[in-house]
């Protein structure tokens, strides 16, 4: 049974950073490309970035480019969310999620974690 449990969740004032952390078991995890998602209050779920499985490729959305990174720690079945520059605009539950094939729509990932909120004041 896969299970992702994200973490690393929290308040952060405008302009400050938070790291998030996606660990997952039950899944040959460094074989899968692994997803970041996030869910804005009263909005839909949208694609936040994603990375390869060997970690050589990124996709990130255009309103985090330049301010996100994603990598991942194949030895601790792990993958991880930078954050900097946070925004008020950036306050969501943020999700990390297994991708099927690598892309965007989110009818390519199968298992879900149970997400972690992050709310940015101004």
């Known amino acids: 049974q896969v299970q992702l449990v994200e973490s690393g969740g929290g308040l952060v004032q405008a302009g400050g950073s938070l790291r998030l952390s996606c660990a997952a078991s039950?899944?040959?995890?460094?074989?899968?490309?692994m997803g970041w998602f996030r869910q804005p209050p009263e909005k839909e779920r949208e694609f936040v970035g994603l990375?390869?499985?060997?970690?050589?490729?990124?996709d990130y959305a255009d309103f985090v480019k330049g301010r996100f990174t994603i990598s991942r720690d194949n030895a601790k079945n792990t993958v991880y969310l930078e954050m900097t520059s946070l925004k008020p605009e950036d306050t969501a539950v943020y999700y990390c999620?297994?991708?099927?094939?690598?892309?965007?729509?989110?009818?390519?990932?199968?298992?879900w974690g149970q997400g972690t909120q992050v709310t940015v004041s101004s």
């Open positions: 999620a297994v991708a099927q094939a690598f892309g965007r729509d989110t009818t390519l990932f199968g298992a």
């Open positions: 039950g899944v040959m995890f460094s074989r899968e490309s």
């Open positions: 990375i390869s499985w060997s970690g050589g490729s990124n």
